[in-house]
């Protein structure tokens, strides 16, 4: 509970690492523009609009990638941690924790005024929200897990962040945005499933790849 509180403090709007805002206001940004790229009819928005929000929380999950991990792992304090008997994995899922509270409720909340931007209608904005709760806390994992991996990289390490993220998190896109067309059950289900299985291999890759780093 000590570290969940640092950690929220540490990544909640207003301190020093937030980054909450700035994922929202890229979520609010790419609905906003969105239908100005393909036009106002409502036929379109409505057909392509959930799958929009769903691309857009995918891009404003990248965003804070090179601050979930690099700054404790430069500082020194994942050493202490370690000289403490706090396992790597603990301090991980911990901060999986903080990073999804941090930017999924806030995402899941701005699909709201996101849904009336692209026109879509309240039965598929259901969907979209529930297939959101499913699928952030995996989106989350596959953050950490890659944070975890770069955060030895110096220089290039946010360019490479964003470039593994993308083709990682696609099958929770296909099942996630795939339950729109499919009537929600199947797809939710899926997205589910498969945010289980990365959050709970996520401790275990993060803790590994921090103590490769160290070592190295």
Request: net charge negative.
């Amino acid at each position: 509970m000590a570290l969940l509180r640092r950690d929220l403090g540490a990544l909640l709007p207003g301190s020093s690492r937030g980054n909450s805002l700035l994922p929202l206001l890229f979520f609010l940004a790419v609905s906003m523009l969105y239908p100005f790229a393909v036009g106002p009819e409502p036929e379109l928005l409505a057909a392509t609009g959930g799958g929009v929000i769903w691309v857009a929380a995918l891009l404003a999950a990248i965003l804070p990638l090179d601050r979930l991990l690099a700054p404790d792992v430069e500082s020194g304090f994942f050493d202490q941690w370690a000289l403490r008997g706090i396992a790597e994995e603990v301090v991980v899922a911990v901060r999986l924790l903080a990073h999804w509270l941090s930017f999924g409720p806030f995402i899941i909340a701005a699909a709201f005024p996101a849904s009336a931007l692209v026109g879509i209608d309240g039965p598929t904005l259901h969907v979209v929200l529930l297939g959101l709760l499913a699928g952030t806390p995996g989106l989350a994992a596959i953050g950490i897990i890659i944070a975890a991996v770069t955060v030895g990289l110096k220089g290039g390490g946010a360019a490479l962040s964003g470039l593994l993220m993308v083709p990682l998190a696609v099958p929770l896109l296909i099942f996630g945005a795939g339950s729109l067309s499919t009537g929600g059950e199947s797809g939710l289900a899926l997205t589910a499933a498969i945010s289980l299985v990365l959050v709970a291999i996520a401790p275990f890759a993060g803790g590994a790849a921090i103590r490769a780093a160290r070592e190295g």
